[in-house]
């Protein structure tokens, strides 16, 4: 006979965990004191063991692992049972590779980020302009990708039956409302003053700024996030401080989208006069 010490060294198996299957009745002991307490177990209990960590290790249920070694479980069934876990860890296996693969893009092209805002970042003025746009609301930054593409296209739509020519380039905007619940969104375009009231536009005017830290993104579009946080470390690096409504302007948009051309405008002034309780928004 085994004491419960002897069964767990001879299965690495903690007496606290032998307890909770006796517990459990999954490996219940041969014998136990009625004076003592102390369980004994038989030698051949340490196979059952053994198989009950194999079988969690699979990925069973304790309650699928007492089924399967007292054999309530049919042939056909355990055969059933491990063809769905099988399936169930090649699906963890795809899910983990794409994961992996995911975080070595955004490491790629953070580094590739980085690289270009410190070679290409300028400090220039930006022009007062009056947009033209249809907007919409999120929930996090991770739906804006899919949507933002059906804004323009209706904003477009829109500015055609209304007979107003298309002729500057895209302009996308979010803003991040205080109370942090939604972020709306919208897709731009400069029009002139001239312009009337369109049923479903809005009409938004966007301030002259004396400073503006700009840079120039070539490459996925997939990476445009990437390039906005990468943009911001290196301002606030030169110490200045970014604020206000920033730009993102479509330069050339052909139908590869990892050839897009994309420049990041955002207002800043030194990082001393910042003032950190401004609302900001980004396009």
Sequence with gaps: ?????????????????????????????????????????????????????ALKE?????????????????????????????????HQIETTTGRLAEVGRRLRSIEKGLTMTNDTMEIKAL????????????????????????????????????????????IRTYYGRPDGSKIDIAAAVPVGTDVGEIDGVEFVDLPAEAMAATVVHRGPVTEIADAWQTFE?????????????????????????????????CPVRDGAAGCPDESRARG
């Design 233 to 265: 470390v290196v301002v606030e690096q030169r110490g200045l401080t970014s604020f206000g409504t920033c730009r993102q302007v479509y330069l050339e948009t052909p139908d590869d989208p990892d050839a897009w051309v994309v420049e990041l405008q």
């Design 58 to 90: 699979l990925g069973f249920t304790l309650e699928q692992c007492g089924a399967i070694l007292d054999e309530t479980v049919s042939v056909e069934e355990l055969r059933g049972m491990l063809r769905l876990r099988q399936a169930e860890l090649a």
């Design 127 to 170: 022009p007062a302009l009056r947009l033209a746009q249809v907007s919409a609301e999120v929930n996090d930054t991770t739906e804006i990708g899919a949507l933002i593409g059906s804004l323009f296209d209706t904003l477009a739509a829109r500015l055609t039956q209304a007979a107003v020519p298309v002729t500057g380039r895209g």
């Design 1 to 53: 006979m085994l004491s419960i010490g002897d069964l767990a060294r001879h299965t690495r198996v903690s007496v606290r965990m032998l307890r909770h299957y006796d517990a459990l009745g999954l490996v219940v002991p041969e014998r136990v004191d009625e004076s003592t307490g102390y369980r004994w177990y038989a030698a051949s209990q340490i196979g059952r063991v053994d198989s009950l960590v």
